[in-house]
């Protein structure tokens, strides 16, 4: 069992950077894939991005690479999405999850989801 908690959401202008992080809670935090997805109001959710359990492979996708970062601090339990050049575009509720198994872009793969936190870039 993890338990995952979403901060450092906010309200930031088009241009701006946030750095949100997901601390994980319970057994073996080192063992998951970690991702984060967002989902904005009327569309589906989305992949954002994900990192192995060692941290030395990550995934984007496309729109977001040179923009976003993930990492993780094993020692601290805790995941981050650095990003940066936000646009308004990016406004959604950000989540973390832990990967239980599968692809790490199909949200199907993860067994373990935060609350999520709000990011929203005002043009």
């Known amino acids: 069992q993890v338990q995952l908690v979403e901060s450092g959401g906010g309200l930031v202008q088009s241009g701006g950077s946030l750095r949100l992080s997901c601390a994980a809670s319970?057994?073996?935090?080192?063992?998951?894939?970690m991702a984060w997805f967002r989902q904005a109001p009327g569309k589906e959710r989305e992949f954002v991005a994900a990192?192995?359990?060692?941290?030395?492979?990550?995934l984007y996708i496309n729109s977001m690479k040179g923009r976003f970062t993930i990492s993780r601090d094993n020692a601290k339990n805790t995941v981050y999405l650095q990003m940066n050049s936000l646009e308004p575009e990016d406004t959604a509720v950000y989540r973390c999850?832990?990967?239980?198994?599968?692809?790490?872009?199909?949200?199907?793969?993860?067994?373990?989801w935060g609350q999520g936190t709000q990011v929203t870039v005002s043009s």
């Open positions: 319970g057994r073996a935090f080192a063992n998951y894939g």
């Open positions: 999850a832990a990967r239980v198994g599968g692809s790490y872009y199909s949200p199907l793969s993860y067994g373990y």
């Open positions: 990192i192995n359990p060692s941290g030395a492979d990550k």
